[in-house]
């Protein structure tokens, strides 16, 4: 009995000196690896998931409760992991799990089996940095005591400072994109103390060529494109938003702005053109112009990369896979899905071949016909709220437009059709007759729109309510050989017995001549701005249309949120099938990241707000981890992609809390700020060179003992050659532009687009580059930039010989090669070293070494002695590298001197140390 | 510099590389697939290299895949309906419509026989019709699958999900995944190889062989017939072959002096893909010239030098796989016969003139190949990314001026020769009409899990970790099609 008793006691002793096993770095695992993939979100066999605590702590079909906790040994669970019998053991057709693994989950249930929230979903709090008694010199900031903590775990040792002319060139590079002035070189050179280094970061920062740099990752973000996608693949006018990010990049906007703006500018009250065109972010999403699309499969479809692309961005979330059911791995529900793109599909656009709704700013021109409108409603006899509202509407349709009803709103073709995906057509014989349901027509007196010629000039008569009903308007065929906006009164005695919601009977009733067919891209109904006579209104509605129809006009597609008629609710897909709809869902964030929050999203906005609310765990930590990642080529967290329970976990995860946290609170959401502490650090300050236990102990520098090395992205390749020729042409913003590429790159179906290149386009940065989607600019894409077709987070850098040849011989390098022989070459050959100097000098910001002058001054005599060899060929090369301009006169054997410096130039710009920073 | 490549394989075989992001896959297969990540020049194995190439059931060690793109009527090739002959021109009963779904057909539109005469060719009786004579001599070598089936009614979204497996953009494409399976036989050239003829490229683009989420040495090179084959793999004009090799020499001594300084691993990679280069400013240039083809070469397959043409696609696809390219892929547009105009119609001046582009030199290939002894570990596979309507195309209800179908999900055919498959085969059929396969369907999951399966890849377990989840080229479907297995 008391032998009992003792064996009693001991056991409870053990029971409660046993420690609980941390939920996400001990079990979590095993559950992802040996349980989720037959019991999680993907499937639930056996009625059974642990992606969440109810669904484990059922009974399955096998009627036993799973997990009782507390109760191990009265758990389904331990039994089956315990189970002999090869029909019961888990996992089935498995390895059995090992015994620690077993006893892991038996203390978590006896423990009580709580689930913990992934490391992400956790709150984020200040963390102070860890006291590192001495440290390093030059490693004085709190980012470098983090750090330093974990390398001291080793042992490595962190590195000397860098040399001056590599760390201003690393730093010039990852701020710019661009080489450095060589007088920074030199002041640091001349006093490298935190001060000099200061003042060239604010150089840096201020420069407007920090925006260029910045906005290039971002693009690929936001699968910006020139062109739509899809088979055809045209054009998109929508180079508008890319200035809008190297102006949010130069003026600093506060990250949290800058997210609110770009997914819900539209919807901050009176929002400026700015927050307008910010929206353009949403709007790189593919269109499918192919005949015969179905508008609303690629309209979804486009709205579920709004889902996918924001839930990546901003929050370093992987969703796309809750599309078809819960999240395999991470703790969102297929519902949620669901409840996000309920807040993403209520926008106007539709998937529709112009690309509608655009945001419209006029020419200088046309802003005095815009002044002169308003000056007319100013002057008319209104109360001044009357007046207000007049200019406000007036304003807004001359820049945002109405709601448009597209062909594809239109129903009961009668010798009409909805032709190629694109148009409404009335076709050339008799009796053409079309229906427009459900038009919202209270308050509206004019018809917009916009059609294609009829020569004859046919008329189209629309009828309300039935094809017998009242005439309402008739709009007259317009004979010019051209796309016409125009505007049509609308009958007002018709109208004041019209329903809010009425039927319209669209008709044409002459026939045309064979073949005549009339063609509408889009109709819209206004509102009357002020009162007065239908003549009066006529004219406002014809001095609006005469500014559509300006040349003068510029467009970007934006988001506009949809109201009234042309609002949608939203139902779940069943196994992502939009064919299916079963429950209608609202918009709202998943349970596992809502917090106590008065209102949670409604809409865009308020998902914006939520996700840039500084109680968001991950919006600020995905932030900041992609800064690092920009600056020292690999994220805190690697996968910057995926902060859920599938990503790598963060290798400093204290470090990644205190500078997403510095950065809400201290830096005020300030991009300009965390990239100045970043670079500020002793540990992207120090050299970048790896000893034997470097690579042995740490072979991807994730503990930063040494500085980070990192190949320039495919813009910088490019930029920097022409930078250090004297090339680049260093003018911002504007349409994007065609630099020369070889011929045939261009071969896209049905569509006439040409790539033609204008003289003023050659030496652009490489961001201002065309970008078509389907044919994207070769050497940006050997040097590994993404098509752009969904957002990529991360350009996963390669090595590979078709890099070789586009630097050894795609023209542009050839051209810089050329250009800097001209500037450099010697004259004689005793200056051929101090010419080699320079050119390291204007490369590199240094002398040539000892051993670099031993390999390149043999190459340039052994190249010298074959092209004095032959001229022909000489003057043949000199011109294959003179792309841009006239090759001058030259005698043989200056041209030979020339083509042998050519020859050295162009190797050392393959120079493994030009292609890294 | 022997000496750092023996380093670099080291640091290769420690899994010491910067490539990580293939992540620590539990199955083992991230350290053998890190061989394959220099698909170009290393000689390198893939990832299942190790387990199923020696196999005694490996059959096929290259594909050529010719996609007739804009996708080939099946109804005047090979699926012969005499029944829809006799219905020719009657009203289609709407039951055969109702929930279908289609790109142009609007109401009721009226069936429209076979627009070819038919006969059967070879031991095996195989039909097929009086368009592709040259064809019909080389039967006995295919095997048809009658009752293809696929998702997609659009071309973009329907080559992507034949090619990648989904519908949408971004996955990698069947090459990809072979170059990322197998790795490549040769060291001087590109893994997967990829030609363009018809003027244009398929409606997907290069997305097509696009090495998606696998890294970008995976991805397809497309050689171009005109102008450099690959692009920039010509030295400008006027420098001599030698001065490009001392160039490339100076570089990579430089470069070696610098990893000796910062010892960093990725500068020897680079020094490997120079020298890659230069190699391949060789090798790829020649292997791309058919001027030295012998002339009876050439008129076999009808190929001519210095043209962008489909026969000389074949002819440089066989020279390609001769010399241990693993994938080939040609795309050869202008299928698209909706009848709208006279050369988009199945009239002799369209799918006529097809025809006659590719009827020989397809014959040509099978019979070159075979007569090389290539022919029994080179897969062919031939199709397009869906098929044809028994139905006129009435675009927007009205009958189309030239007689043309519209695009179909339901029934087409594609077929496979060499590598391991069993020749002179007709798999599966389809209804008397040939609106729906009856019996033995394929859907292209299953033909990309027989490719894989006679490369000797199982395709469940290609996969590669993406967004929290393994991927693999079929999704989560495809079915092994035994019958077909020689």
């Not at chain 1, 709004?306 to 991470?330: A, E, K």
């Not at chain 1, 003289?759 to 961001?767: I, P, S, V």
Request: net charge negative; hydrophobic share 40%.
């Amino acid at each position: 009995m008391r032998t009992l008793l003792f064996f009693s006691l001991l056991l409870i002793w053990a029971c409660q000196s046993e420690p609980e096993p941390d939920f996400n770095t001990e079990v979590r695992p095993i559950l992802n690896e040996h349980c989720l993939s037959c019991h999680g979100g993907v499937k639930k066999s056996g009625d059974i998931s642990f992606l969440f605590r109810e669904e484990a702590l059922v009974s399955g079909r096998s009627g036993k409760p799973c997990i009782v906790p507390g109760k191990p040994g009265q758990s389904e669970l331990i039994a089956r992991l315990e189970s002999e019998d090869p029909n019961q053991r888990m996992p089935l057709d498995g390895e059995p799990l090992a015994k620690e693994e077993i006893e892991i989950l038996r203390r978590w249930i006896r423990a009580g089996a709580k689930w913990e929230k992934p490391w992400s979903y956790q709150a984020l709090q200040l963390v102070a940095p860890p006291e590192v008694g001495q440290l390093a010199a030059d490693w004085t900031s709190p980012i470098d005591a983090f750090l330093l903590a974990e390398i001291s775990k080793t042992d490595l040792q962190p590195k000397p400072p860098q040399a001056p002319e590599r760390l201003i060139r690393r730093l010039s590079l990852d701020l710019t994109g661009l080489p450095p002035k060589p007088a920074w070189v030199a002041a640091y050179r001349k006093d490298p103390s935190l001060g000099t280094y200061q003042a060239i970061i604010d150089s840096l920062l201020d420069s407007p060529h920090f925006g260029e740099r910045w906005a290039a990752p971002w693009l690929d973000l936001a699968r910006y494109a020139d062109t739509k996608g899809f088979e055809r693949d045209g054009h998109r006018e929508i180079w508008a938003y890319r200035d809008w990010l190297i102006e949010a990049f130069n003026r600093d906007m506060p990250y949290d702005t800058f997210c609110i703006q770009q997914m819900a500018g539209d919807l901050l009250p009176q929002p400026s053109k700015e927050s307008l065109m910010a929206t353009a972010f949403h709007r790189n999403t593919m269109s499918n112009d192919e005949g015969g699309t179905l508008n609303e499969e690629f309209r979804l479809q486009a709205v579920m990369d709004r889902v996918n692309t924001s839930w990546s961005v901003f929050l370093g979330t992987t969703i796309s896979c809750v599309q078809c059911h819960s999240h395999p791995y991470d703790p969102i529900r297929h519902e949620e899905y669901y409840q996000s793109l309920a807040v993403f599909n209520n926008d106007l656009d539709e998937d529709t071949h112009h690309d509608a709704p655009l945001l419209s700013w006029y020419s200088p021109e046309d802003s005095l016909d815009i002044r002169a409108l308003q000056a007319y409603i100013e002057a008319l006899p209104l109360q001044p709220e009357e007046q207000q509202a007049a200019l406000t509407y007036t304003d807004e349709v001359l820049t945002v437009g109405a709601p448009l009803y597209h062909p594809h709103h239109f129903t009961d073709f009668e010798n009409a059709a909805h032709w190629d995906g694109k148009w409404l057509l009335f076709r050339s014989g008799e009796g053409a007759w079309v229906r427009l349901p459900q038009v919202e027509l209270s308050g509206k007196k004019l018809l917009l729109l916009n059609n294609g010629p009829s020569i004859s000039g046919r008329e189209v008569r629309i009828h309300l309510g039935a094809k017998d009903g009242p005439l309402l308007a008739t709009i007259a065929g317009v004979a010019e050989l051209s796309w016409k906006h125009q505007v049509v009164l609308l009958d007002s005695a018709v109208l004041a017995d019209a329903p809010p919601l009425a039927d319209l009977y669209w008709h044409s009733p002459s026939a045309a001549p064979e073949g005549e067919d009339m063609a509408f891209t889009w109709v819209a109904f206004l509102e009357k701005p002020f009162p007065g006579d239908p003549a009066d209104w006529l004219a406002w509605g014809q001095s609006i249309v005469d500014r559509f129809n300006s040349e003068g006009r510029e467009t970007l597609p934006i988001l506009q949120a949809a109201q009234g008629r042309f609002a949608r609710t939203t139902q779940v897909f069943d196994r992502g099938s939009w064919l299916v709809l079963t429950d209608t869902v609202t918009a709202a964030v998943p349970a596992s990241l809502s917090w106590d929050a008065p209102d949670l999203p409604a809409g865009r906005l308020d998902f914006a707000q939520w996700m840039t609310n500084p109680q968001n765990p991950l919006t600020a930590r995905v932030a900041v981890n992609r800064f690092w990642e920009q600056l020292f080529g690999r994220g805190l967290v690697e996968t910057s992609e995926d902060f859920g329970s599938q990503g790598t976990p963060p290798s400093h995860p204290e470090l990644l809390d205190y500078l997403a946290y510095t950065f809400m609170t201290e830096d005020k959401w300030s991009m300009k700020q965390l990239l100045r502490r970043l670079v500020s650090t002793g540990a992207y300050r120090q050299a970048a060179r790896a000893n034997s236990l470097d690579l042995a102990v740490d072979p991807y520098n994730r503990l930063l003992a040494r500085g980070p090395r990192n190949r320039l992205s495919a813009e910088q390749v490019r930029d920097q050659a022409l930078a250090v020729a004297g090339l680049l042409d260093s003018s911002l913003c504007g349409p994007s532009v065609m630099p020369p590429q070889p011929e045939g790159i261009w071969q896209v179906v049905y569509n006439g687009d040409r790539w033609e290149t204008e003289t003023a386009d050659l030496h652009r940065r490489a961001l201002y580059t065309y970008w078509r989607r389907t044919s994207p600019y070769p050497s940006m894409e050997t040097f590994d930039s993404p098509s752009r077709e969904v957002c990529v987070i991360r350009r996963i850098p390669t090595n590979t010989p078709l890099q070789a040849l586009v630097t050894l011989n795609d023209p542009v390098y050839l051209e810089v090669a050329l250009r800097l022989a001209e500037q450099l070459s010697p004259t004689e050959e005793a200056k051929l070293s101090a010419s080699l100097d320079r050119l390291f000098n204007r490369l590199l910001f240094r002398s040539a070494t000892e051993a670099e002058l031993q390999i390149l001054e043999p190459l340039y005599r052994t190249s010298l002695l074959q092209f004095l060899a032959e001229p022909a060929a000489t003057i043949a090369y000199l011109r294959a590298c003179s792309i841009s301009s006239e090759l001058p006169e030259l005698a043989p054997s200056k041209a030979a001197k020339l083509a042998a410096f050519t020859t050295v130039v162009n190797t050392v710009l393959n120079l493994d140390v030009l292609l890294t920073k | 510099m022997d000496k750092l490549f023996q380093e670099l394989e080291q640091l290769y075989h420690q899994g010491t590389t910067r490539r990580h992001f293939l992540r620590q896959c539990s199955t083992g297969l991230g350290a053998v697939a890190l061989a394959g990540l220099s698909a170009c020049g290393n000689n390198s194995k893939g990832v299942s290299s190790q387990l199923d190439q020696q196999s005694p059931l490996v059959r096929a060690k290259h594909v050529i895949f010719l996609h007739m793109a804009g996708a080939p009527s099946q109804l005047e090739l090979f699926d012969y309906k005499p029944e829809l002959a006799k219905l020719d021109g009657e009203l289609c009963p709407p039951s055969i419509l109702q929930g279908k779904q289609f790109a142009f057909i609007q109401g009721q539109p009226r069936m429209l026989g076979p627009q070819a005469v038919f006969n059967q060719h070879g031991q095996s009786g195989a039909w097929v019709s009086d368009l592709l004579p040259h064809l019909s001599t080389q039967v006995d070598e295919i095997s048809f699958l009658k009752a293809c089936h696929t998702d997609q009614f659009n071309h973009a979204p329907a080559q992507l999900l034949l090619h990648t497996g989904s519908a949408q953009l971004g996955r990698p494409g069947l090459g990809s995944w072979v170059s990322y399976g197998l790795g490549t036989e040769n060291d001087n050239l590109p893994a997967y190889v990829v030609l363009v003829s018809g003027g244009a490229k398929p409606s997907a683009g290069k997305s097509l062989w696009g090495s998606g989420f696998l890294p970008t040495i995976h991805q397809g090179v497309q050689c171009r017939s005109k102008g450099d084959p690959v692009l920039y793999v010509n030295d400008p004009e006027g420098m001599p072959r030698d001065l490009r090799g001392r160039t490339i020499e100076a570089i990579n001594r430089i470069n070696e002096t610098h990893y000796q300084e910062v010892r960093d691993p990725e500068i020897l990679t680079r020094i490997q893909q120079y020298e890659m280069a230069f190699r391949m400013q060789v090798s790829v240039p020649e292997v791309m010239d058919i001027k030295d083809e012998p002339s009876n070469i050439l008129t076999l397959y009808g190929a001519e030098p210095g043209r962008a043409s489909f026969a000389n696609n074949c002819l440089l696809a066989r020279k390609l796989v001769e010399q241990g390219v693993r994938f080939v892929q040609l795309f050869d547009w202008g299928w698209d016969m909706h009848g709208n105009v006279a050369a988009n119609s199945l009239s002799n001046a369209g799918m006529g003139a097809k025809c006659r582009d590719i009827d020989r030199p397809i014959a040509a290939l099978i019979a070159d190949l075979k007569q090389r002894g290539l022919l029994e570990d080179t897969l062919l596979v031939w199709g397009g990314e869906f098929g044809r309507t028994p139905m006129q195309e009435n675009r927007e209800g009205l009958t189309n001026p030239f007689q043309g179908r519209d695009h179909h999900t339901d029934a087409f055919t594609m077929w496979m020769a060499g590598g391991g498959v069993k020749p002179g085969l007709s798999f599966g059929s389809t209804d008397e009409v040939g609106f729906a396969g009856v019996e033995d369907r394929v859907h292209v999951h299953d033909l990309q899990a027989t490719i894989l399966h006679l490369l000797g890849v199982n395709h469940e377990q290609l996969t590669f970790p993406f967004q929290g989840r393994d991927f693999r080229l079929t999704d989560v479907a495809g079915k092994v099609i035994e019958p077909l297995l020689a």
